[in-house]
């Protein structure tokens, strides 16, 4: 019986391990994906708003005929980044709403990349 109870006890411990290693694993992955890099961003936003907004938030054919802003310009970057987060969630005008198809933390994402598009001269250091 000792020999069974310490071969039970030996796969407890190693299953044990092999789902804390697995959990963790996840974490890790849910929390690379949450931080979202610029890459990841910009991945995003040619998924999700380019066909409209343009690579590089200039509006296409399509967007110019849906009157979609230039991203870069004064009237967007002028908004504050909870006034741009209400406008990917909720829409605006002919834009839809992509709450519930993005997270929060894509939202940030893309409103970071955005503020990148921003046509303030660069002052000089």
Known sequence: MRIGRRKSEKSRIFYG?????????????CVTALAAPKGGARTLFNSDCASCHGQNGTPTAVGKSLNAPDLGSTDVQKHTNTELQEIINNGKDSMPPFKGKLSDAQINSLVAYIRSFSKQPKTPH
């Open 17 to 29: 391990r092999v789902v804390a290693v697995t959990v963790l694993s996840v974490v890790l992955n």
